[in-house]
């Protein structure tokens, strides 16, 4: 079985004879292809840098917040004697 799913494989990229590619692989970069493929880009980016943003944020929150909590417990407050 998988001698023929190789030779049919080989086969297969042996007939291709033209490979299709985006326009920043042909080097038209005033494309719009090649447009919206940074603006693509980018978008994720952002959306990945505002993910990231707000877990940093996450934790200066629970810091902040235990830092509160921890200088306000009862009965932790000391008594001159």
């Given at each position: ?67 509160r909590v921890a200088s ?10």
């Amino acid at each position: 079985m998988s001698a023929k799913l190789l030779t049919g494989f080989i086969l297969l990229t042996l007939a291709v004879t033209r490979a299709s590619a985006c326009a920043a692989c042909f080097g038209k970069n005033d494309s719009p292809m090649a447009k919206g493929l940074n603006a693509g880009i980018f978008s994720l980016l952002a959306v990945v840098g505002a993910f990231w943003i707000l877990f940093g944020s996450f934790f200066v929150f629970i810091a902040r917040r235990a830092r509160r909590v921890a200088s306000s417990l009862p009965g932790e407050e000391t008594r001159d004697v």
